[in-house]
């Protein structure tokens, strides 16, 4: 591990997991890159990179909130109450000093505050002004989610700031535009800012909340009684505010003859990277991971090598990470390598590295959710079983108590270590959404 951070900054580091040892005739290396970032915001003062600064500084950021004002959120009536209290609530953790915006989402995007194409500055008269204009929403309209996602980015993008973040709540299916102007509108915004993504009550669609967090490199999740929408938004707000190096991205270089086969975030989420390369150079990649606060994060990456004689050893990639520089350069925050070592002893070479083998199976235990879950949907019962049985056992096995509770109100549980299990005859909608929104959700390796 190499640690090239300065004083009194965030410090970044890069810890590799891996057996870097292969049989005669051996391909396949995986490795685990645990990503730490520590002490950012607590100390000192801020480098030439404007994505750093630390605690007293006005923070380098800008939020847009976008509240679902579809005619849906009055059945019930306590969604849009709730939805006014939550905004609030994300309102009053906004830090002083930080640009924001509250959007109004229909088939068509309004700006509720402060309007005419601007951003507020946060103080406490600018936050007394929004929250008295939360008194205007109303419900009465379609829903046309990539409208509100565009006027975001044209609102984030007038301030001159480092990191932008959206906020977005829906209640229902995006109904009212097709699913090419989503995604259209998803790439149109990827890269420029990050967005976490809520989905109040149970009349919405999964792969549209959590495609939206995925394809903006934030988070997704359910609350299914509109009273819980104020803790959840005061404490996305409060993550939001705690975000203070953007831009992030892992840069994987190989060697010559080295192919990648997948690179994928692992932990806190299970996140496919692999397609979202952008070319860096002779053999090398950069793969997006938005913005940091104090947090650690875990990638998998898999490559494939050449073959060599045993006793043979090479580097097989070097994982940095990396941040943009105002000049167009950039500044490596740290880095690791991930090795081959070819050996004759049998017991070296098929040892599978514990991050790896855990990884691996939180990595099945998403894929089977949610294929159990769609078998669930098509009236595939054996199906359903067979995958969510093998979903119960790899949480019993890896330790993941959230996910096995979630499992256990779809499932009767016979035998968790086996993965025996029963389909439940009746399950409520709010638990069947609950555990397909999670199911990406993972655990670190057990102590």
């Known amino acids: 591990m190499a640690n090239f951070s300065k004083s009194n900054v965030p410090q970044f580091s890069v810890d590799v997991y891996q057996n870097e040892y292969l049989p005669e005739g051996g391909r396949e290396v995986n490795a685990i890159a645990t990503v730490t970032s520590t002490g950012g915001g607590t100390v000192g003062s801020a480098v030439s990179a404007p994505h750093l600064y630390s605690a007293g ?3 380098d950021a800008a939020v847009a909130i976008m509240v679902d004002c579809s005619g849906s959120m009055d059945y ?7 939805a006014r209290d939550a905004t609030s609530a994300a309102i009053d953790a906004v830090r002083d000093g930080v640009h924001f915006a509250v959007i109004g989402g229909t ?11 601007r951003l507020a500055v946060a103080d406490a008269r600018t936050r007394g002004e929004a929250k008295q204009a939360l008194r205007k929403l109303s419900a009465g309209g ?10 975001a980015d044209r609102l984030l993008a007038s301030a001159d700031v480092s990191i932008r973040h959206g906020i977005l709540l829906t209640d229902g299916r995006n109904e009212h535009e097709s699913p090419g102007d989503l995604k259209a509108a998803l790439d149109s915004c990827a890269g ?19 495609g939206i967090a995925s394809a903006l490199l934030g988070t997704a999740d359910i609350v299914a009684d509109p009273s819980g ?7 996305m707000m409060e993550a939001a505010m705690g975000k203070e190096v953007a831009d992030v991205s892992l840069r994987l270089w190989t060697p010559m003859g080295v192919q990648i086969k997948f690179v994928k975030q692992v932990a806190p989420t299970v996140e496919e990277l692999t397609d979202r390369r952008t070319e860096a150079g002779p053999r090398a990649g950069d793969y997006p991971t938005g913005s940091w606060g104090d947090e650690s994060r875990d990638y998998h990456i898999c490559v494939e090598v050449p073959n060599a004689e045993l006793g043979q050893e090479m580097l097989a990639a070097r994982v940095s990470l990396i941040v943009p520089q105002p ?4 500044q490596t925050l740290s880095q690791g390598l991930v090795r081959a070592v070819w050996t004759d002893d049998m017991a070296a070479s098929t040892s599978i590295n514990p991050q790896v083998a855990h990884y691996t199976g939180q990595a099945e235990l998403a894929q089977v959710i949610q294929q159990g879950l769609d078998a669930r949907k098509s009236g595939d019962v054996d199906g359903a079983t067979a995958k969510l049985g093998r979903a119960v056992q790899l949480a019993s096995a890896s330790g993941n108590e959230d996910t096995a509770k979630l499992l256990s109100k779809v499932v009767d549980v016979v035998d968790a270590v086996a ?6 005859a009746r399950v409520a909608e709010a638990d069947e959404m609950t555990l397909e929104t999670r199911s990406t959700k993972t655990v670190r390796v057990k102590k």
């Open 57 to 59: 500084q006005t923070p």
């Open 419 to 424: 993965g025996t299990v029963r389909l439940k």
């Open 327 to 330: 000049d167009g350069s950039v």
């Open 107 to 117: 088939h068509v995007a309004k700006e509720v505050y402060p309007g005419d194409g």
């Open 192 to 210: 420029r800012f990050t967005c976490d993504a809520r989905g109040v009550g149970t009349d919405w669609e999964v792969k549209e909340v959590t």
């Open 76 to 82: 019930p009536p306590t969604k849009m109450r709730g």
């Open 142 to 151: 379609g829903t046309a989610i990539g409208t509100w996602l565009r006027l």
């Open 229 to 235: 929408l104020s803790a959840d938004f005061t404490q």
